[in-house]
């Protein structure tokens, strides 16, 4: 990038995105050097002022746009200067477009075409024609009427003067459509004052759409959610779906615009020329960009949507120190269960049939208890699918036999399948058919998700909406960030993590990942952090990146088991001598006013003296108060249960304990101990009016809500969180 582009990219970012010119053009430098976003939003502070992961991310995309705008602003000037129309008027007016669709706009009239009405005119040799109607005489001697008739060749299809003047019209159309400021206004206009339209044109056997069959918005208001959802109804061919907009309101902008002479004789032809432009050219063209636009802008609310729930699913509390026993339900062919220890190994699986056909409820009980007893399981994790409803409450039943102190909870087992049936899933439980390989699954991503989920693909994991209509590689490049950020700010067991968890840290690719574990367990445990360096594909610079995000508990470097950077372990050891501490209380993990005697020595000075800068310093005190912290601890622990409560038991005013399994556009949908989750519209989330959902409750929060009403034939749940009046 030159020095001259660079400016301008970094001038546009600063403005964007509210941050300084300095911050823009360090994180940008950085990112060019190829250091990834988490690596600098955490070891980088003192460079970029601070800039968190998020800011970074948006400033990664944006710059990756302004570029490609950039690039394509160069492009067409090449493509126009080698026909050799390129003038400084065009020149200027590509510099100063701030859209890929302003520069296509500017573009459209050199693009080469393929044959159109008025490139077979210009065959025909009517642009004189054309252009002696554009001049817009007061009077024609002859008449373009007589003048057309000197156009008829019959060789080249023109068999009258009526002829003639049609072709010379279709020119002057194409010349009104491709003219940039025209199509600038009239996407304007139709963006202000347009409607999306929708129809019913086909089967609704549900009635999924039945809200859209006559309906009509604003384009300008229309939410997220509506457009992705009128876009998947005409896909299925359930919808007619059109942009309208009042075409005398265009028409008269356009003929204020192109036309002239309202008197002269030529009227009639320019006039019908910019009416079959608009009709026939332009209309269809910006009715496609602006759907296209609300589109895309459905698409980033939606994604961000997705990320903000997958980001709040993934950084849920883990539940450490627990047995649990993974339930995955079925019908005909049976429920797999499999025990993990509290580590997550696999210590026993069975197969148990107390559903129909079979209903095997004896025998079922039994193994259930004995599984329970034999390894002193403390929560059942049942999956929340087929047959989950008949499951959760054979289980509330044996538990209530058994009278032991394990509860149950629901576990969402969305993506558990595509895990259990992926090659990563064979190759960890080579001997387990797919349902008990689920089971096994269900119970880890209860004891720790992050480290269970990073094994799916996150579009599987079910915590967006609309995911299948939008853009699979931005939807793919979004919800990949946010797992990073999760498992970097989590950080990771370098000698038990899997090849999945380690892909995602700063700097290890999947190769790099996969070396990782084939070393160790080749070698055995990695004795320290720099040993990492002897794996192949993992050099200096993947090193630099990933050190700080990999924890070694046994390392004899008690720094190893702390997010401090290895380039920050002389500060960090100068820091212990300069406040009286040895490595013994890092180990110890008793730090007894740490931050108070650096607030007391003045953070600033402290800075100074051990040759660090703040960010850094403050860092690593952080780490030193907490060692081997997991910053998921302090979130609420799943809500585990005892008893079953049924759709049927639910009655209005009850109040209830729930989890938020889903947040949407128009809601919140909480797991109340029911098979069906219930829905708190979001006019009911809050006594207070609520912009979006997500102001007030996030995927995992445990809330206090009220049943609102009951539709036990439609299986429906509405709750709500405002305060009793």
Known sequence: MTNGENMDIIKKLSEELNVKLTQVEAAVKLLDDGNTVPFIARYRKEVTGGLDDECLRNLTERLGYLRSLEARKEEVKGLIDAQEKLTPELIDAIDAASTLTEVDDIYRPYRPKRK????????????????????????????????????????????????????????????????????????????????????KAGDDEHGVYEQYYEYDEAVKTIPAHRVLAINRAEKEEVLKVAVTVPSDLILNWLFSAHIKNYKSPAFKYNSRA??????????????????????????????????????????????????????????????????????????????????????????????????????????????????????????????????????????????????????????????????????????????????????????????????????????????????????????????????????????????????????????????????????????????????????????????????????????????????GYTAGDVKAGSFPGIGAKVRAAGVSALAAELGCGEPTLEDIVKELEKPGRDVRDSLPMPVLRERVLDIADLKEGMKLTGTVRNVIDFGAFVDIGVHQDGLVHISELSDKFVKHPSEVVSVGDVVSVRVKSVDLKKKRIALTMKSEH
């Open 274 to 579: 910019v009416c079959d432009s608009y009709e026939r050219l332009i209309a269809p063209s910006i009715e496609r960009e602006v759907r296209n636009d609300l589109f895309d802008v459905a698409s980033e609310s939606a994604i961000k949507l997705f990320s903000d729930n997958l980001k709040h699913l993934l950084m849920a509390a883990p539940l450490k120190g627990k047995t649990v026993m993974g339930y995955d339900p079925g019908y005909r062919t049976g429920c797999k269960l499999a025990v993990v220890d509290k580590t997550g190994a696999v210590i026993d699986t069975a197969v148990i049939y107390p559903t129909k056909p079979h209903e095997r409820i004896a025998e079922s009980k039994r193994i259930v208890k004995g599984l329970i007893t034999k390894y002193g399981v403390d929560v059942v994790a049942i999956g929340n699918g087929t047959a989950s409803g008949e499951s959760e409450m054979f289980i509330a039943d044996t538990l209530s036999e058994l009278k032991c102190g394990t509860k149950y909870i629901i576990v969402s087992e969305a993506g558990a399948s595509v895990y259990s049936a992926s090659k990563q899933g064979a190759e960890e439980f080579p001997d387990f058919d797919v349902t008990q390989r689920s089971a096994v699954s269900i119970a880890r991503r209860l004891q720790d998700p992050l480290a269970e989920l990073v094994k799916i693909d996150p579009k599987s994991i079910g915590v967006g909406q609309y995911q299948h209509d939008m853009k699979e590689a931005r939807l793919d490049e979004a919800l990949t960030g946010v797992v990073e950020d999760c498992v970097n700010s989590v950080g990771v067991d370098l000698n038990t993590a899997s090849y999945s968890l380690l892909s995602y840290i700063s700097g290890i690719n999947l190769t790099g990942a996969k070396n990782i574990v084939k070393y160790r367990d080749e070698n055995g445990e990695f004795a320290k952090r720099s040993d990492v360096l002897k794996v192949p594909r993992i050099g200096a610079k993947a090193y630099e990146q990933c050190a700080g995000f990999l924890r070694v508990p046994g390392s004899a470097e008690v720094f190893d088991n702390t997010g401090v950077h290895p380039e920050s372990y002389d500060v960090a050891r100068a820091l212990l001598g300069r406040l």
């Open 116 to 199: 159109t009405r008025a490139s077979v005119a210009k065959e025909r040799g009517l642009e004189p024609l054309a252009e002696l109607i554009k001049e817009e005489r007061d009077e024609y001697s002859p008449s373009l009427e007589e003048e057309a008739e000197k156009y008829i060749d019959e060789e080249k299809g023109v068999t009258s003067a009526a002829d003639a003047l049609a072709g010379a019209c279709d020119i002057i159309a194409e010349e009104v459509s491709d003219n940039a400021e025209y199509r600038r206004e009239i996407r304007a206009l139709t963006t202000e004052f347009g409607k999306i339209s929708s129809r």
